[in-house]
């Protein structure tokens, strides 16, 4: 009789750990973490890229004389167009009258020592030194017409005056010209793009001053020398201004086509923010292990719901969608739709 008992209590406790054993089972599936997937393609993409910049003109000079000077009266104004060549600023002539009469004066002067030298009434050291008192007086006398008197370098828009008239010359420019058509903008470029960049490229420009409209540029210049700290490269692009609407100081944005890529495209919902970093990640799904790993991604444009992606998905990958707070890299999962 004890014996029975004893055989009932073992198959009692066989069973009751059996049951515990299922139970337990059940419990480690129903802890796997439930995720929503969904299938990623590549697609062909523009590669375009927008740029800011600020207007400058195409040349831009200072007009100053080379010695103080009163200014005795500007001739133009700001805004005023001059042509290359033109009269700008007069400056005090006195001095310069001053000197036209000791100039007068000396050509008297080697004339009557040139004619006593030809009938030997005076030595050549008398004749040579008359002269060169004539060639240093002349010199001078077209040293101070060119700084009496000052001209525009070259054709443009007056777009500063610092002085009225009657001041005197203290060191900042008179005038400042600027050449505005063309004009031009600098942009500085990631160096990932410098094969991409050549002179004669067609670039599109918006300005703020004028919204809704477009104006074409085109790369001039591409810089042969990529900064160490930015690794970017300068680029100039160049806008044709005939009809002087686009003025330097502008702010504009510059579009750059690059062409078209194919680059993976996955949804918003995929991405992972790591916490403490700006990188962005991604749960792949392994279809066949049913575990997923954590991808850092590369990122590009965000289109729509969906950002561009240049690493770390692959073409046809299954990203989770869903599910994300409770995964971790190779952890295994539980597809649900």
Avoid: W
Avoid at 55 to 70: A, F, H, L
Avoid at 134 to 162: C, F, H, K
Avoid at 306 to 313: A, D, K, L, M, Q
């Amino acid at each position: 009789m004890k014996k029975y008992f004893l055989l009932a209590a073992v198959i009692t406790v066989i069973c009751s750990c059996g049951n515990k054993n299922k139970e337990q089972a059940g419990s480690v599936a129903e802890e796997l973490p439930q995720v929503k997937i969904m299938q990623v393609k590549s697609d062909l993409l523009p590669q375009t890229e927008v740029y800011t910049a600020i207007v400058e003109s195409e040349v831009k000079n200072n007009i100053s004389p080379n010695t103080p000077y009163r200014i005795e009266k500007i001739l133009v104004e700001v805004g005023d167009q001059v042509k290359k060549g033109q009269s700008v600023v007069q400056l005090d002539a006195s001095s310069l009258r001053q000197l036209k009469l000791q100039v007068e004066n000396q050509k008297l002067e080697f004339n009557r020592t040139r004619q006593l030298y030809e009938i030997g009434g005076a030595s050549k050291a008398e004749y040579d030194n008359a002269k060169m008192q004539l060639d240093v007086m002349e010199t001078q006398l077209r040293q101070m017409s060119q700084n009496t008197q000052l001209y525009a370098p070259i054709s443009g828009v007056v777009t500063a005056r610092n002085y009225d008239n009657g001041d005197m010359y203290n060191g900042t420019p008179i005038l400042t010209i600027e050449q505005i058509n063309p004009v031009k903008l600098l942009i500085n470029v990631s160096e990932t793009r410098y094969r991409d960049m050549k002179c004669g490229m067609g670039i599109d420009i918006a300005l703020d001053a004028y919204p809704g409209e477009t104006f074409s540029g085109k790369v001039t210049i591409v810089y042969p020398k990529v900064d160490e700290a930015t690794h970017t490269f300068p680029v100039e692009i160049t806008i044709s201004n005939n009809a002087l609407k686009v003025r330097p100081g502008m702010f504009a944005r510059a579009t750059v086509n690059f062409g078209s890529e194919k680059h993976v495209l996955i949804p918003d919902e995929a991405l992972v923010k790591q916490i403490g970093a700006g990188d962005r990640y991604v749960y792949v799904y392994n279809p066949t292990a049913k575990t997923v790993s954590y991808n850092k991604v590369e990122l590009g444009k965000h289109i729509g719901k969906t950002y561009e992606v240049f690493s770390g998905v692959a073409d046809g990958s299954y990203v989770v969608v869903a599910g994300q707070s409770r995964l971790a890299n190779g952890r295994k999962v539980e597809v649900v739709k």
